[in-house]
């Protein structure tokens, strides 16, 4: 089955590097035969590697393949077909419609010699409409594959710091301009080296931050995926701690395992690693956080999804019991679907969520008093700060990326949020 599946992807991208070919080659009409071979031998070759990239799993298996490898190369495959796609939708709608229709045209209405005349004058002097439309077919491929490569290269490792002040009625004195950094959706296995995260861990502590919050997804699917980055998150610090809590992606939920025994110990693994790291991982538990004489409640729970079918390990009943003499209680919860669908209903004296989960697509447009992502059609909180009443939630645009390795329009994102109670 799987043979029969990789074949098939095999014969599609052929026939999409075919259909695209027929730009090229019209744009290419008038160059020399020396410059369309070199063209031509170029596209092929890339053509060939498209296609023996998407057997090769059927020899050696893509878990095996060079992490570099599987991360940037395939991405830029990806990225290629997708351009040409883009290309193809272009020349299929347009050109070749326009094409079908002067065919029809031509039988229902023929021209008359002198109009053929005409035509053939007219456009021996200009560019003509087949060719201007194979022109904008390259161009409509080539700007999608510019952007992503871009934001391979640079967009991807651009973290940016986004500061907010909260006021909560309730919050301590003494807690007033208590300072958090929030960081989300690490996903270590999505990267090659330890560099870029050493310069976002670098960031970090510049902050100089009360308490650290991180909201889940540290690896993609195993534990085995943080050994190179031990030593670098290890040295995240706080005054008040760095509190953790998983999401999705921690759980192996998308992998296929030996055994359920396997699965078990990934994330019991996974769950000693927060500890490694000299991170509390709250599991379903709240704690206090205490200053002075205040204290207020922290409480973290396992991942609870709302919407699109992502499950539902947290247990916030649980987490929630003997919070109440708290003034103030702030939640950890990765997915933010979970606090329109139980926070606000259930817990109304939950202050404020903090949440990850959906990365801002890694595509938008964010300028000042605007901003947009296709994860605004999936979840209503997708990024920033959103407030309903005297409830708040948070929601971190993530540290890493997940399949696409960049980001183009939705940096990744470094929190910092003040708390004050005017």
């Not at 490898?69 to 990806?78: D, L």
């Not at 050994?227 to 005054?239: E, G, H, R, S, Y």
């Not at 973290?300 to 079918?309: K, M, P, Q, S, T």
Request: a positive charge; hydrophobic letters at 45%; proline letters at 5%.
């Amino acid at each position: 089955m799987h043979t029969i599946r990789f074949i098939i992807i095999a014969i599609i991208i052929l026939l999409i590097d075919w259909y695209f070919y027929q730009a090229i080659s019209t744009v290419l009409k008038t160059a020399s035969a020396t410059k369309k071979n070199i063209v031509f031998y170029i596209y092929i070759s890339i053509s060939a590697i498209s296609v023996l990239t998407v057997l090769t799993p059927l020899v050696y298996p893509f878990v095996h393949w060079p992490k570099f490898f599987k991360i940037y190369f395939v991405a830029a495959i990806a990225i290629l077909l997708f351009s040409k796609i883009i290309g193809c939708v272009f020349l299929l709608l347009i050109d070749d419609l326009v094409r079908l229709v002067r065919w029809v045209g031509s039988y229902i209405i023929p021209s008359t010699p002198a109009e053929l005349a005409a035509e053939i004058n007219t456009n021996s002097h200009k560019i003509s409409r087949s060719v201007f439309l194979n022109y904008i077919a390259l161009g409509m491929a080539a700007l999608p594959f510019a952007g992503f490569i871009y934001g391979m290269v640079k967009g991807a490792f651009n973290y940016t710091i986004h500061r907010t002040r909260v006021v909560l009625p309730n919050l301590p004195s003494v807690f007033n301009g208590f300072k958090i950094v929030q960081i989300s959706d690490i996903h270590s296995g999505s990267f090659a080296s330890t560099k870029h995260i050493e310069d976002a861990v670098k960031i970090i502590l510049q902050q100089k931050a009360d308490v650290i919050f991180f909201t889940g997804d540290l690896v993609n699917n195993e534990a085995t995926e943080m050994q190179p980055f031990m030593n670098v998150l290890n040295k995240l610090t706080a005054p008040h701690g760095v509190f953790s809590t998983l999401g999705n992606h921690d759980y192996g939920d998308y992998v296929q395992w030996e055994s359920p025994n396997a699965k078990q110990k990934n994330l019991a693994d996974l769950k000693a690693i927060h500890g490694q790291l000299g991170w509390r991982l709250l599991m379903n538990e709240h704690v206090a956080l205490t200053k002075g004489d205040a204290s207020i409640a922290l409480i973290g729970i396992e991942n609870w999804g709302g919407n699109l079918n992502f499950p539902k390990y947290g247990d916030l009943k649980k987490a929630h019991a003997g919070t109440e003499k708290y003034p103030v209680k702030l939640l950890l919860s990765h997915d933010p679907s979970h606090w329109d669908k139980q926070v606000r209903p259930e817990y109304s004296d939950i202050d404020i969520t903090f949440s990850g989960h959906t990365h801002g697509f890694q595509l938008g447009i964010e300028i000042p008093g605007f901003k947009w992502s296709p994860s605004k059609y999936f979840y209503k909180e997708w990024a920033g700060l959103y407030t309903n009443g005297n409830q708040h939630i948070y929601v971190n645009r993530g540290l890493g990326f997940l399949g696409y390795p960049g980001r183009i329009g939705i940096s990744p994102e470094i929190t910092v949020m003040e708390l004050y109670n005017a």
